[in-house]
Structure formats: C-alpha cells, structure tokens
C-alpha cells in the first residue's frame, strides 16, 4: 500500500531544486571569497586570515560536492536505485561534516601554538577583509536558512562558523588599532571552532545514523505502532521497520496479523482506514502486508 506517494515525491522536487539553487549559491560567493582572501591573507600578514582562507577552501569544495549531490538526489527512482536518489544527499552532509571537523581540528592545531607565539598583523588591512568577511558569508548564510535539508543544516554550519570567525577577525583588528595584544587572534578562534565543532558532530553523529538506518525518531516509531495495534482487526505485529532516506522523507513497513479471516471488503476498509491514520506521518512509501490468522509468514521472523 502507497501512502501520499505522488503527493510526496512532487512535493519534494520542488525542495530539492530550491535547495539546489541555494547551495549554488553559497557555492560561487564561498570559491570567489577564498581566492581574495588568500591574497588578503598574504597581504596582511595574519595567520589568522590565511587559516581562514584554508578552512573556507575546505568549505567551498564540500559545498560544491553537497550541490553536485543534491542535484543528483533530485532524480527520479530507477532500476539501479529504486527509491530515487534522495539518499546521496545524505552522502553530501556526511562528507561535509567530515571536511568540517578536519577543517576545525586544523584551525585547533594552527591557532593554539599561536598563543604561546603571538604574531602581530596589519589590522587595518584585517578590519577591511572582516567587514568584507562578514556580508558575504552572513549573506550565503540568509540564503541557506531558508533550507530543511540536512545537507544544507551542516553546510549553514560552515558559513556560520565563518561569518563568527569574521566577527572575532573583527573585534580583533579593531582593538590592535589600539593596543598590541596580538594573542586575542587565537584565542577567539579557539573559541569559535570548538563551538562549531560541537553542533557539526552533532549533526554527524544524526547522519552516520540514517546512514545505518536507525529509526528517525523513536516517538513516531511509537506512535505509528499505536496506530496500527489499535483496530480491532488487528491480533500483532512484526517486520515492523521505519528507516529515513535522507533524514526528512521516512519509508515504513510491517507485516500486520489478522484476528480471523476477514472478507476483501473489510480488507479494502482497514486499509482505508490505516491510510487516513497514517497520513500525519507523511511517509514517502509504506508497505503494510496483511496475513490470515491460519497464515504463516513467509519471511522468518526477527
């Protein structure tokens, strides 16, 4: 049984390109940025923007592989992958997060021997990149909050995290006008990775798990089995599955034990009924299999 197919799949086409169309974007402003800000890097003498510099040409290339795949998820199904290509943006946040979390333990490892060797830079040339810094990422960052993607949650992470470091280049340029306290460069970069680090793991760790097809929420898992157990035709439950395929388009499917034999008639009215009940979850397939009382079940069971 199909729930909400077509409705599902025309529903998610039109997301899956707006989210394509963002993350180009944020693709072409980060590839454009990296380039001046080597250059600005080397001009300014600040390890602080040259580390930057690195961890945004990380980004760009985990931006662009994210847009590649999510373009390439926006395919219908066929015989090779019969769900479609959902699944590859899934592949897209993976890498990112992956690139992410070097990127940051780089910027850790760049940074720390910094406090202890302070380097003095040219911060007027630092106060003019960070102004610059600041629109371009925080305006790639406005295009992706847009998105419910988990691809496009880890990627608005990355521009985050650099409109954040372009505050703390910021902040920095502006009191070395004043004073030479050039060990507040890596202090706050510190700061700053480590707390983007946290949520990128966090997000990581949810990928990894719908990449081994955990269930996407235990509360749903819950509630749809409630659902199910409650008619009064139905005796038990098994092969009961619920598994994401890109973190926002859920699969569910279960092998239902009847209490006796019912005609087609009640049949075709359970399945109505099941249909209604289910369709708040929006799943992007269901299967529901019903089996006979006297019936044994062809697959083993768990």
């Given at each position: 049984m199909h729930n909400h197919h077509s409705h599902g799949h025309s529903h998610h086409h039109a997301s899956g390109s707006d989210a394509s169309r963002r993350i180009g974007w944020a693709?072409?402003?980060n590839v454009s940025f990296t380039i001046i800000e080597f250059i600005g890097g080397w001009?300014?003498?600040?390890?602080?923007?040259?580390?930057?510099?690195?961890?945004?040409?990380?980004d760009s290339l985990s931006i662009g592989s994210a847009w590649l795949l999510n373009k390439l998820s926006d395919k219908g199904a066929n015989s090779t992958f019969s769900y479609g290509y959902k699944r590859f943006s899934l592949l897209g946040a993976l890498i990112n997060g992956t690139v992410l979390t070097i990127g940051s333990?780089?910027?850790?490892?760049?940074?720390?021997?910094?406090?202890?060797?302070?380097?003095?830079?040219?911060?007027?040339?630092?106060?003019?990149?960070?102004?610059?810094?600041?629109?371009?990422?925080?305006?790639?960052?406005?295009?992706?909050?847009?998105?419910?993607?988990?691809?496009?949650?880890?990627?608005?992470?990355?521009?985050?995290e650099d409109v954040l470091g372009w505050v703390a280049v910021f902040i920095v340029s502006i009191v070395l006008m004043f004073k030479p306290w050039p060990i507040l460069d890596p202090i706050l970069s510190i700061g700053f990775t480590l707390f983007i680090l946290f949520n990128v793991l966090r997000n990581l760790k949810l990928t990894v798990m719908l990449f081994l097809q955990?269930?996407?929420?235990?509360?749903?898992?819950?509630?749809v089995r409630q659902v199910l157990l409650a008619r009064p035709q139905v005796a038990a439950l098994h092969h009961f599955h619920i598994w994401s395929l890109d973190g926002e388009h859920s699969v569910m499917s279960v092998h239902l034990e009847l209490k006796?034999?019912?005609?087609?008639?009640?049949?075709?009215?359970?399945?109505?009924?099941?249909?209604?009940?289910?369709?708040?979850?929006?799943?992007?397939?269901?299967?529901?299999?019903?089996?006979?009382?006297?019936?044994?079940?062809?697959?083993?069971?768990?």
């Open positions: 693709f072409f402003l001009l300014t003498n600040s390890t602080a923007i040259m580390a930057d510099a690195v961890h945004d040409l990380g333990i780089w910027i850790l490892l760049t940074a720390i021997p910094r406090i202890f060797d302070p380097v003095m830079p040219h911060a007027e040339g630092m106060l003019v990149l960070a102004i610059f810094g600041m629109a371009v990422n925080g305006f790639a960052a406005y295009k992706l909050s847009a998105g419910k993607t988990l691809n496009e949650r880890v990627l608005n992470w990355h521009l985050l955990a269930a996407p929420d235990k509360e749903v898992v819950k509630q006796s034999n019912i005609t087609i008639a009640d049949m075709k009215q359970l399945k109505q009924q099941l249909d209604q009940e289910l369709a708040e979850f929006e799943f992007a397939h269901t299967t529901i299999e019903l089996e006979f009382a006297d019936e044994a079940c062809r697959d083993e069971l768990p």
